[in-house]
């Protein structure tokens, strides 16, 4: 590709990216389902070069950021709290979905040999917890509904990229019973152990560092210094990224300073997105020139119908396995009764919970453009059916999961919003506490404690109003008020600058000053 159309490429993606985030929150849809449309759409216009990702791209740019992400925000207390569900959904019901779908695809491709099969059903195996977490998070729903199908996306991850990796090993050499059970535990022990050295090397390294620049390249950098490495030495690069990204995560306080984990969530938040929405928009961008070739091998009604039994499958078997499989768990050792206890409709929600997203896409993208030297002639349909798993997952559960957890009365908004508030609350107080005693001790001068204790009683102020407490004054906007008061801070600061009494760069500082107090910024 020439760098010119390399150029337009990106354009390309950047505008339906602006596009696509506009479209969805304004019809409140996914953004992937649009980015997807908008993407073949952009496909059409002449002067959008042709879009062929080749595989090692995909592996190296978008798999390790993007695993590493969601390994680092996993959740420690309440991963042990349901550790046998979650292992029970991770490995079992993705398991048996690698296999019944893999069984699928051999009814509606009889030619297909089973380790490109097994290599589709492991690209569609793994769930995207975000889409599902963030309406069961707003509408309150159950924690534990929310923990397990977190925990459960951060180890199906792991499982199924070294599933995968080992279909398309197979696709080339193909393993004996022995050798690739040999070949598993090579790749999965020597995987984790690569990526706890990582983690603790990293771990270390960041205890010294105290600039925040530096904080967020070295961040930036772990997840490829986790997967590159581990892929040359023939192990799972992607539970390398997992384990790095979850020793990390779990020792974020300890290893990060404030002044870095402000800057530095905003830039993960930022990299993410792109990745993700770029990921859609290209899958877009390559639908017509895969759409073009299957159009000479298979007709519409055959796609149809392939796809519509692939999606079948991958739905029916999560729903069943949830529903029918995880009481069984029961029999297993361990402490997890609270979960057996979990009525149908907790059970029904997680199954109906496994949309898929840009995971499955970054897997189904990397599947081999060759085999032996030959051209692999039904990479374009695997590849298309990944995308129909993903696109019919999240339209069909994306779009009902509300309504579905609304019929079932599980949604509690006001639940939940009570009790980050209450929360909110007792850390707060802890604060006022603390200031008194500093106060007290003299180790604080009054007007100083008197400056910060209006703050923090504010702050309370804000969520007493949340959890409704009476005798106090509910009339006052505080919202309203914080962003007067910044407005007028800044007409300030633009006067100082217009009259030439600050230079430019005691403005930008200042600004800043004034960007962290904005209400709503992390929202």
Known sequence: MREQDLFTLAVAIA?????????????????AIVLVILGVLASLIPQVPNVDLPPDVVLLVFVPPLVYYAAFLSAPRESRENAVPISALAVGATAATIAGVAWVTRLVLPALGWAPALALAAAVAPTDAVAATSVLTRLGAPQRVVAILEGESLINDGVALTAFGLAVEAMTHPLTVGHGSARLAEVVFGGIAYGLAVAVVIGRLRRHVRDPMIQIMLSLITPFVAYIPAEELNVSGVLAT????????????????????????????????????????????????????????????????????????????RLGWELTMSPLIGLLPGRHSAFVRNPWRQRLVIGWGGMRGAISLAIALTLPVTVNGRPFGERSTLIFLAACVVVATLIGQGLTLAPLLRALGLAQTEQHQRAEASARAKVTEAGLARLDEMAEDGRVDEDTANVYRQLLELRLDRVRMALGDEGRDQSVDVHSLRQELVRAQRDKLDELYRTRKITDEIRRSISRTLDMQEPGLFR
């Open 15 to 31: 505008v339906v990216v602006i596009i696509g985030r506009a479209v969805a929150n304004r019809l409140e849809v996914p953004e």
């Open 242 to 317: 997992v384990v790095t990204g979850a020793y990390l995560g779990t020792q974020t306080d300890g290893l990060i300073q404030p002044a870095s984990r402000i800057p530095g969530t905003l830039f993960w938040r930022m990299l993410i997105f792109l990745l993700e929405s770029s990921l859609f928009v290209l899958l877009g961008l390559e639908l017509r020139s895969i759409l073009a070739h299957l159009s000479g091998t298979h007709s519409a009604g055959w796609l149809a119908g392939a796809s519509a039994a692939v999606v079948g499958a991958v739905v029916v078997i």
